[in-house]
């Protein structure tokens, strides 16, 4: 098994910056692709960003591109989601999620519990 652990949401004026991290614990070789997805209230849960391990790929959705970085620490098995230029619209519950490998689409295996991201106007 795997533990995701987010720490870093929290409100913030719109125009601010947030950085939420994702600590991976237990089987963590199961962890190749490293995921940030968020979910608005009344919305479905859509993905926001990944990172492969190998190779360091990124993948991110458009409504994000150019303003949230995703990165990683390997050696602390954690990821992190630097999130610039808040908009409303990003209020949501963020997700970080894993799983063995592949590339952002498709299942992913574990969960974390989520944080709270509000962004106020």
């Known amino acids: 098994q795997v533990q995701l652990v987010e720490s870093g949401g929290g409100l913030v004026q719109a125009g601010g910056s947030l950085r939420l991290s994702c600590a991976a614990s237990?089987?963590?070789?199961?962890?190749?692709?490293m995921g940030w997805f968020r979910q608005a209230p009344g919305k479905e849960r859509e993905f926001v960003a990944a990172?492969?391990?190998?190779?360091?790929?990124?993948d991110y959705a458009g409504s994000v591109k150019g303003r949230f970085t995703i990165s990683g620490d390997n050696a602390k098995n954690t990821v992190f989601l630097q999130m610039n230029t808040l908009k409303p619209e990003d209020t949501a519950v963020y997700y970080c999620?894993?799983?063995?490998?592949?590339?952002?689409?498709?299942?992913?295996?574990?969960w974390g519990q989520g944080t709270q991201v509000t962004v106020s106007s």
């Open positions: 237990g089987r963590t070789f199961s962890t190749g692709v």
């Open positions: 999620a894993a799983k063995k490998s592949g590339r952002w689409y498709g299942e992913y295996d574990y």
């Open positions: 990172l492969t391990w190998t190779g360091g790929t990124t």
